[in-house]
């Protein structure tokens, strides 16, 4: 996945979880974060950031915050981007050689997944994509926030896998060099016992950390998880 245009900036404050006050060339600069979600442990005053400028003339914000520097590490922000790389990298053969099929945003019942897929075997199955921005000395966890969103993706999950369907969650960790991951219990039980429950019923458990520059990101490799 790549940026378009990218640019350095210097982090000040966030008024609000939709907007950020950079200095950009040392002038200030209102921004807007992609990225509803706390990111407290990132967004911290003179952070280094990265901006992708707009192309819509029309918007309030002319430039997107999409990553940050943490101390020597550079990680993506961006909350849409962790299903676009996804697909760039299921399309390549990463997920699964041979897709016939590749569909985002399906309803299943009352269900909507990121991605359905098929293979010419008759393979079919759903895959539900989560990215991850929080880390700790290496080790990526998930999520930094209570999320009964995501508990019920993983429910859904499970039925559809009691229903014949091949199914996975497939965590991209929008950095790079991680030892593990693993479900953050300490903020929030009920997510990780779902992620464990997922698990014993048959659903796939990925974590793929991504190669991050200013201007692009792209999955890199499997990291081991921990449940």
């Known amino acids: 996945m790549q940026y378009d245009n990218s640019y350095r900036a210097t982090f000040l404050s966030r008024p609000n979880r939709f907007i950020a006050n950079v200095l950009l060339d040392g002038k200030p600069e209102v921004v807007h974060v992609k990225n509803t979600g706390r990111c407290r442990e990132l967004l911290l005053p003179g952070a280094n950031v990265y901006l992708e400028k707009s192309g819509n003339p029309d918007r309030k914000t002319c430039y997107d915050l999409i990553a940050v520097e943490k101390g020597a590490r550079l990680i993506n922000m961006d909350a849409q981007a962790p299903n676009q790389v996804f697909r760039e990298w299921a399309e390549g053969g990463g997920f699964l050689p041979g897709l016939s099929l590749l569909r985002p945003e399906t309803t299943w019942g009352n269900s909507r997944f990121d991605f359905y897929w098929e293979l010419s075997t008759g393979r079919r199955g759903f895959v539900e994509v989560k990215g991850v921005t929080l880390e700790e000395n290496g080790y990526a966890r998930f999520p930094d926030a209570p999320t009964e969103r995501?508990?019920?993706?993983?429910?859904?999950?499970?039925?559809?896998?009691?229903?014949?369907?091949?199914?996975?969650?497939?965590?991209?960790l929008q950095m790079s060099g991680m030892r593990e991951f693993a479900p953050n219990d300490d903020t929030h039980p009920a997510f990780g016992a779902a992620l464990r429950r997922a698990a014993a019923a048959d659903v796939q458990i990925l974590a793929r950390e991504c190669m991050v520059t200013p201007d692009s990101m792209t999955i890199a490799g499997a990291v081991p998880v921990r449940l």
């Open 150 to 172: 995501g508990v019920k993706h993983l429910e859904e999950l499970i039925a559809c896998r009691a229903e014949g369907y091949e199914t996975a969650v497939c965590f991209v």
